[in-house]
Nanobody, 117 residues
Framework: QVRLVESGGGLVQPGGSLRLSCAASGNIFPITFMSWYRQAPGKQRELVAAITNGGSTSYSEFVKDRFTISRDNAENTVYLQMNYLKPEDTAVYYC???????????WGQGTQVTVSS
């Protein structure tokens, strides 16, 4: 059973920074995509950023040039560096991993990010 454990959320003022981490443990098959999603109250879950095991990245327009996704393949860990945070970035952030061999999705439990003065 694959388990994703997120950490690094919290309360930050507008313009501040946070770094989220997501460590995957368990019976790990090759994971192709790791990504971060977020869900604000009353809204649908949306993709924030994604990274392949080769290091190719993609970002949603609303976080481009502010957030950076990275990964450590040896540790099956993905990071999300969030800079210049805005109140509209407030949401629960979820880690997602996709196993390319078994075609299985895995989700973390979520970590709350609150941007407020």
């Amino acid at each position: 059973q694959v388990r994703l454990v997120e950490s690094g959320g919290g309360l930050v003022q507008p313009g501040g920074s946070l770094r989220l981490s997501c460590a995957a443990s368990g019976n790990i098959f090759p994971i192709t995509f790791m990504s971060w999603y977020r869900q604000a109250p009353g809204k649908q879950r949306e993709l924030v950023a994604a990274i392949t095991n080769g290091g190719s990245t993609s970002y949603s327009e609303f976080v481009k040039d502010r957030f950076t996704i990275s990964r450590d393949n040896a540790e099956n860990t993905v990071y999300l560096q969030m800079n210049y945070l805005k109140p509209e970035d407030t949401a629960v952030y979820y880690c997602h991993a996709f196993e390319s061999v078994r075609l299985v999705d895995h989700w973390g439990q979520g970590t709350q990010v609150t941007v407020s003065s």
